[in-house]
């Protein structure tokens, strides 16, 4: 270690002019591609992508009035439902994240969703309870195993300069999700629909057949990607140059429309000498399994060191404060839109008299076991509502991809931080429907950006080699503030309303505070 090697020091300024590392390569190349046809095909994968995920946590919040009797749920069993799929994400996410640097964007993306196509299936077959929180447990880890390899593999078919706009665009499909999935519960769970088989042993009702539907979602999300290739940038990590280079030219010759031979980068790497990859170990991994996963343990060990280790801890904290508050009020807003528009007796009443009423009244009836179980369906207003959020989360999706380029991402996240204390204060004061509609789409809207940004500075701070497992670790972390989160706001609004609105402006003022500590990174 004490040797000097005169030979580099004296070649190093003009080595850093004419050796381009391997990973620079190929964005050069995919700058080279364009964008065109293949990112469309990309982008449309992603969204049914997406749009399965969405399923997954907002198909329970919309069946929990009309199938607590079917199911005999209580509040507390309504709320284990409600946060099961996160528990699943929880216990998959670390791994998951590890297995995909080590083998592979797509295998785990094709796992993760055909395994979730027939959890829902199998979800929409219940007859109990138990069936059906099974089936929402292995839900949640199959798309906690699918999650990161979404995001990891469509970063990494888009070079530096519009990554950042394509990731946004793509995170604009969860809004749509939130759109589809109400209008979906619309049509079908207002519908008066039961089906017998089997002289009673099987009952499906319309609960039952609105997850069939939704899992058509996720087999569409299977089909569609089984015809996109592997990351080029993977192949990269495991020396596989000839499998990169084929997918490089692929996505020319179906962005351009132009022969192979007009491709500037049809020979790379061919020669195969010795490339400055600064993202693979300095041993070449081996092709066995045991190989593959010494090489991916020596590729994660940087991660935990100064300064990664630093970054890694920050996100974690603010992925768990901001999925916290997003899916507190995504996940929430069906049953408190349901609330409001049972007693809701003037059009300006204090959005807390009326929970603060519910909480009451509540209590009353679980002291008496006499009374019969009637389940309490939400008018079209709750499914109206509910599409307003998703459509208003559109809205700041396309200011920030424009806004990004220009503030920054770090900017930008301090901006939703400190909009977000505001709205959700505002919450607890909102007098009249509208204004509780209003502001219920802003803060989802604002945490949702905060979600993503978190999401895409997770991409730039961290390699190829380690990107899924960061991604992975940050949205564990994530998925823990969602897990508990929606076990602590029905807890906390039986104290009183003003406790769990208060409690969330409180942590978004934290992590807002927290986020000024990002480095601004350049590329």
């Given at each position: 270690?004490?040797?000097?090697?005169?030979?580099?020091?004296?070649?190093?300024?003009?080595?850093?002019?004419?050796?381009p590392t391997a990973m620079q390569e190929v964005n050069l190349a995919l700058k080279?591609?364009?964008?065109?046809?293949?990112?469309?095909?990309?982008?449309?994968?992603?969204?049914?992508?997406?749009?399965?995920?969405?399923?997954?946590?907002?198909?329970?919040?919309?069946?929990?009035?009309?199938a607590e009797c079917d199911l005999n749920m209580n509040l507390l069993a309504k709320?284990?439902?409600?946060?099961?799929?996160?528990?699943?994400?929880?216990?998959?996410?670390?791994?998951?994240?590890?297995?995909?640097?080590?083998?592979?964007?797509?295998?785990?993306?094709?796992?993760?969703?055909?395994?979730?196509?027939?959890?829902?299936?199998?979800?929409?077959?219940?007859?109990?309870?138990?069936?059906?929180?099974?089936?929402?447990?292995?839900?949640?880890?199959?798309?906690?195993?699918?999650?990161?390899?979404?995001?990891?593999?469509?970063?990494?078919?888009?070079?530096?300069?519009?990554?950042?706009?394509?990731?946004?665009?793509?995170?604009?499909?969860?809004?749509?999700?939130?759109?589809?999935?109400?209008?979906?519960?619309?049509?079908?769970?207002?519908?008066?629909?039961?089906?017998?088989?089997?002289?009673?042993?099987?009952?499906?009702?319309?609960?039952?057949?609105?997850?069939?539907?939704?899992?058509?979602?996720?087999?569409?999300?299977?089909?569609?990607?089984?015809?996109?290739?592997?990351?080029?940038?993977?192949?990269?990590?495991?020396?596989?140059?000839?499998?990169?280079?084929?997918?490089?030219?692929?996505?020319?010759?179906?962005?351009?429309?132009?022969?192979?031979?007009?491709?500037?980068?049809?020979?790379?790497?061919?020669?195969?000498?010795?490339?400055?990859?600064?993202?693979?170990?300095?041993?070449?991994?081996?092709?066995?399994?045991?190989?593959?996963?010494?090489?991916?343990?020596?590729?994660?060990?940087?991660?935990?060191?100064?300064?990664?280790?630093?970054?890694?801890?920050?996100?974690?904290?603010?992925?768990?404060?901001?999925?916290?508050?997003?899916?507190?009020?995504?996940?929430?807003?069906?049953?408190?839109?349901?609330?409001?528009?049972?007693?809701?007796?003037?059009?300006?009443?204090?959005?807390?008299?009326?929970?603060?009423?519910?909480?009451?009244?509540?209590?009353?009836?679980?002291?008496?076991?006499?009374?019969?179980?009637?389940?309490?369906?939400?008018?079209?207003?709750?499914?109206?509502?509910?599409?307003?959020?998703?459509?208003?989360?559109?809205?700041?999706?396309?200011?920030?991809?424009?806004?990004?380029?220009?503030?920054?991402?770090?900017?930008?996240?301090?901006?939703?931080?400190?909009?977000?204390?505001?709205?959700?204060?505002?919450?607890?004061?909102?007098?009249?429907?509208?204004?509780?509609?209003?502001?219920?789409?802003?803060?989802?809207?604002?945490?949702?950006?905060?979600?993503?940004?978190?999401?895409?500075?997770?991409?730039?701070?961290?390699?190829?080699?380690?990107?899924?497992?960061?991604?992975?670790?940050?949205?564990?972390?994530?998925?823990?503030?969602?897990?508990?989160?929606?076990?602590?706001?029905?807890?906390?609004?039986?104290?009183?309303?003003?406790?769990?609105?208060?409690?969330?402006?409180?942590?978004?003022?934290?992590?807002?505070?927290?986020?000024?500590?990002?480095?601004?990174?350049?590329?």
């Amino acid at each position: 270690m004490s040797e000097i090697n005169l030979q580099a020091l004296a070649g190093k300024d003009s080595d850093e002019h004419k050796a381009p590392t391997a990973m620079q390569e190929v964005n050069l190349a995919l700058k080279e591609c364009g964008f065109g046809l293949f990112h469309f095909q990309l982008l449309c994968t992603s969204f049914f992508g997406c749009v399965s995920g969405i399923v997954v946590t907002n198909s329970a919040p919309y069946i929990l009035p009309i199938a607590e009797c079917d199911l005999n749920m209580n509040l507390l069993a309504k709320g284990v439902l409600n946060a099961i799929p996160f528990f699943g994400m929880i216990l998959i996410s670390l791994l998951a994240g590890f297995l995909t640097d080590t083998f592979g964007r797509k295998y785990f993306v094709l796992l993760g969703f055909g395994g979730l196509f027939v959890f829902t299936l199998i979800s929409g077959t219940s007859q109990n309870y138990i069936v059906l929180i099974t089936a929402k447990f292995f839900e949640g880890m199959l798309f906690g195993t699918s999650f990161s390899s979404l995001i990891a593999l469509t970063a990494e078919f888009c070079h530096n300069d519009i990554r950042d706009r394509i990731m946004i665009l793509q995170s604009s499909f969860t809004s749509i999700a939130q759109v589809i999935t109400a209008l979906l519960s619309w049509g079908i769970l207002t519908q008066d629909w039961s089906v017998s088989y089997f002289n009673g042993a099987i009952v499906l009702h319309n609960w039952n057949f609105y997850l069939f539907v939704m899992s058509l979602w996720p087999l569409l999300a299977t089909i569609l990607y089984c015809f996109l290739p592997e990351s080029p940038k993977y192949y990269i990590t495991q020396q596989r140059y000839d499998e990169a280079r084929e997918v490089l030219i692929k996505i020319y010759t179906k962005n351009t429309g132009k022969s192979v031979d007009e491709f500037q980068y049809k020979d790379l790497w061919k020669d195969k000498k010795t490339y400055a990859i600064d993202e693979t170990p300095e041993n070449s991994p081996n092709k066995n399994f045991a190989g593959m996963l010494t090489a991916s343990l020596h590729n994660v060990k940087p991660m935990f060191q100064k300064p990664r280790g630093l970054y890694l801890l920050l996100f974690c904290v603010m992925s768990f404060f901001t999925l916290l508050l997003y899916n507190v009020i995504r996940l929430w807003f069906p049953q408190l839109s349901t609330i409001v528009e049972h007693y809701s007796r003037t059009d300006s009443q204090d959005l807390c008299v009326m929970l603060d009423s519910y909480t009451h009244d509540l209590a009353l009836i679980s002291t008496n076991v006499t009374e019969v179980c009637v389940p309490v369906v939400g008018g079209a207003a709750t499914y109206i509502n509910s599409m307003i959020l998703g459509s208003a989360c559109l809205g700041p999706v396309i200011i920030s991809s424009v806004l990004v380029v220009r503030v920054g991402k770090k900017n930008l996240y301090i901006a939703c931080g400190l909009i977000s204390v505001g709205v959700t204060l505002g919450l607890r004061w909102a007098s009249s429907k509208v204004i509780m509609v209003a502001l219920f789409a802003s803060d989802m809207a604002i945490a949702q950006m905060m979600v993503n940004l978190n999401q895409y500075l997770v991409v730039e701070f961290f390699p190829t080699t380690m990107r899924s497992l960061a991604i992975g670790m940050v949205m564990m972390w994530g998925r823990i503030g969602s897990l508990v989160g929606n076990v602590l706001f029905p807890i906390l609004l039986d104290m009183g309303c003003v406790v769990p609105f208060y409690t969330l402006a409180g942590t978004m003022v934290g992590i807002t505070f927290l986020s000024f500590v990002i480095p601004v990174k350049k590329n």
